[in-house]
């Protein structure tokens, strides 16, 4: 954290690589930004994309995101934002572990069962990401106590959220502590999957990248994503399919092989077992929702 502050501040403009640390009213830290590859920490993160695309992992879970999109995450919690093209945004971190002095007052024990549910992360929306949003930016203007009241506000916004405002995003918490010695390498995989899940992609492809052997990243590559290789490399083929399903007009079969299904009887059942319907029934609704 910078000196004298208990909780950082990022912005970004362009890149989540480029990142200033916003100390004070016109006072900024350049530093290089961690989100451009899968990483954890054992601070918690509240990140706002005010612009850009892409897709979203966190934990287990991989979903496109786009403008508004608000994100708690919890101590450790493995994530990436992976943008097409430049985004902007904010972002804040803090680390108030059992025993740090932020529990010593008694109105911040409300706030326990929030911080515990973000280990799995929770995706904000509706009125409280818009109110957030923007006490959020008041963090550009602030200082001293009135930026820690800021921070406070936020916390019990999120805390008092109704249900319909958030949803959870991982199906599983994670336990990583400290820094993984494998985290570099799954990182070097996550992003190998990104640039060739289009392709034919073998687990030898990545064992070579990795230096490997089989059951250590079969282990390791499960305990970092909470998924298997096959099921990691999948989710992306879908996430893909799903944007292209409603943004073209290719046939649900020309759309599966560009997205590095080579069965289309495999991409519809997988398609239909993870979105609840099948892939002309997802084009066809969302034409009707617009």
Request: charged share 20%; proline share 3%.
């Amino acid at each position: 954290m910078p000196e004298g502050h208990s909780f950082r501040v990022l912005r970004w403009t362009r890149s989540v690589e480029q990142v200033d640390c916003v100390v004070g009213p016109g006072r900024t830290l350049a530093m290089r930004g961690q989100g451009t590859h899968w990483h954890f920490h054992a601070e918690m993160e509240l990140t706002l994309f005010a612009t850009g695309e892409g897709t979203r992992f966190v934990g287990d879970h991989i979903e496109a995101f786009g403008a508004g999109d608000l994100v708690l995450l919890g101590t450790n919690l493995p994530h990436y934002w992976h943008t097409k093209g430049a985004s902007g945004g904010l972002s804040v971190q803090w680390h108030f572990p059992e025993g740090h002095g932020f529990w010593s007052f008694p109105e911040n024990l409300a706030l326990k069962e929030l911080f515990r549910n973000a280990g799995r992360g929770l995706r904000y929306s509706g009125e409280t990401a818009a109110g957030v949003a923007v006490l959020m930016h008041e963090f550009l203007g602030t200082e001293g106590a009135g930026r820690f009241a800021v921070l406070l506000k936020i916390l019990e916004c999120l805390r008092c959220s109704p249900r319909e405002d958030f949803g959870v995003l991982s199906n599983q918490a994670f336990s990583l502590d400290g820094q993984s010695v494998h985290q570099r390498a799954v990182a070097e995989s996550v992003r190998y999957l990104l640039g060739h899940f289009r392709e034919e992609v073998r687990l030898e492809d990545l064992l070579r990248l990795t230096g490997m052997s089989r059951p250590t990243f079969s282990r390791q590559f499960k305990r970092h994503s909470g998924r298997s290789f096959g099921e990691f490399l999948n989710g992306l083929r879908l996430q893909a399919a799903c944007r292209e399903l409603l943004q073209g007009d290719a046939s649900v079969l020309e759309t599966a092989l560009g997205c590095g299904f080579t069965q289309v009887s495999f991409f519809n059942r997988y398609f239909r077992r993870c979105m609840g319907c099948s892939p002309r029934e997802y084009r066809s609704r969302s034409l009707k929702v617009d």
